[in-house]
């Protein structure tokens, strides 16, 4: 069966590496891909990946059977409905479930349907409104656009001043129209974990936890980042407490949206706040975390693939995945500057010798092939993931690796899973 990965991240590269090794595939592609993924798949270029018709064409006219969305865009944009409706096989769920990612009030008012436990929270339309909500609550406060704003439409305030500016600049439109609407939250204080789990909308199949760093900087200080590295597994996340986020928010949530006659289909990421008296719910996404999704397709050793299609069928309940138990670790390398403004087009050196460090691989994000060689094209560019037989060995590996890699253009974390080894 001919397969089509959407995206060009490091998540699409690990799931690409994952899938171009599964039995079932007799070609792989991916839109738009990267360098890295060009050494595993057809990289396909111009293909539009949030228009449907687009990519049903394209699968129509290369007899694709099969395609597994990799980020959120195309699931808010209808993607696998208009797949679905053309009988091509999908990874990930319409746009009436993705919702879960792509309105924060929408999984709010889901968490209190069902009882899921969650920060207590208001929407807000107007500006006066918001602000005297704030007044009124006081910090820390956690601001929010309600829309996709590609990670950057979430503000913790830690003082009130911080909270009115955020709520002043979201409705004077920093986040465009996913800030017309804007939901204020109470702050959760605790421990953040991701936990994934496949769905067909009624069985679950849990993944192995993770964890990653959202902030720029080490001792997770700065700015929040898409992620700058992640582990698997996350110790915070005990068998009991998977045991009761499944029971207390997976569960509910999914049974809330399949009654709603939202059937959903695809990986379920629940960004979770653990604390003494368990986990609450911070997040719904849509889609695989991204670095999150680079150790675990490190860990997993069975085929990926029969799993991606169990969930678009009824088949899931047959389907067991094996994992490694050894630990594994991804070290983000980004651009100088990210997740601010910063450079492309600088060649990178040294990747062949930092792959061959025992039990490395080097999953790539921003990356494109140039006249001197592989080039950093992105913020986040370079995913160095190592396993080991604890997770202080897959951390060395991982830096020993990156120490390998000549570009002076780029920055890790020196801290990555520095809650474990603490
Ligand atoms: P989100 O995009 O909703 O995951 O928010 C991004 C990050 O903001 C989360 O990973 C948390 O670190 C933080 N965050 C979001 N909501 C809250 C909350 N209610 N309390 C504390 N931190 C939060
Ligand atoms: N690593 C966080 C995310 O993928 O949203």
């Not at 059977?65 to 990930?92: S, T």
């Amino acid at each position: 069966m001919k397969v089509l990965i959407l995206g060009g991240g490091g998540r699409e590269h690990a799931l690409a590496w994952k899938i171009a090794h599964s039995p079932i595939v007799t070609q792989l592609f991916c839109a738009p891909g990267n360098a890295g993924i060009g050494q595993v798949a057809k990289c396909v270029d111009g293909l539009d990946i949030n228009n449907g018709a687009e990519v049903v064409a394209f699968c129509q006219r290369i007899e694709v059977g099969f395609v597994v969305i990799g980020p959120e865009a195309p699931l808010a944009a209808g993607v696998a409905d208009q797949l679905r409706a053309n009988g091509i096989g999908v990874f990930g769920p319409n746009k009436a479930a993705a919702q879960l990612e792509a309105s924060k009030a929408f999984t709010k008012e889901i968490c209190d349907a069902c009882g899921a436990p969650t920060a207590a929270w208001a929407r807000f339309s107007e500006r006066d409104t918001a602000l005297a909500h704030v007044r009124q609550q006081g910090a820390p406060i956690v601001i929010k656009a309600d829309g996709l704003a590609a990670g950057k439409g979430v503000v913790v305030a830690e003082t009130l001043a911080q909270a009115e500016t955020a709520i002043e600049e979201m409705f004077a439109g920093a986040f465009g129209s996913a800030g017309a609407e804007v939901v204020i939250e109470e702050f959760m204080d605790g421990e953040e974990a991701s936990f994934f789990v496949l769905t067909d909308g009624r069985t679950v199949l849990p993944l192995p936890t993770a964890q990653d760093h959202k902030r720029v900087g080490e001792g997770d200080t700065g700015p929040n980042t898409g992620g700058m590295g992640a582990y698997s597994p996350a110790p915070v996340m005990t068998t009991e407490m998977q045991k009761r986020a499944l029971e207390e928010i997976i569960h509910p949530v999914i049974t809330e949206m399949a009654r709603r006659g939202m059937r959903y289909q695809g990986v379920l990421y629940a960004g979770l706040m653990i604390d003494a008296n368990g986990p609450r719910l911070v997040e719904i996404n849509a889609r695989f975390g991204d670095p999150e999704c680079q150790p675990l397709m490190m860990r997993l050793k069975s085929d990926l693939l029969p799993a991606l299609m169990a969930c678009d069928g009824n088949t899931l309940p047959e389907i067991t995945l094996e994992w490694s138990e050894e630990p594994a670790i991804t070290v983000v390398m980004a651009a100088k500057g990210y997740p601010g403004s910063y450079d492309k087009g600088d060649t990178i050196e040294g990747l062949d010798a930092a792959e061959q460090v025992d039990g490395v691989k080097i999953f790539h994000a921003g990356t494109r092939t140039g006249p001197g060689g592989i080039e950093a094209a992105g913020g986040r560019v370079l995913n160095i993931t190592a396993s080991g037989k604890d997770i202080s060995e897959a951390r060395e590996r991982a830096y020993e690796a990156v120490d390998l890699i000549d570009w002076p253009g780029g920055f890790v974390r020196r801290d990555i899973a520095w809650r474990v080894l603490s």
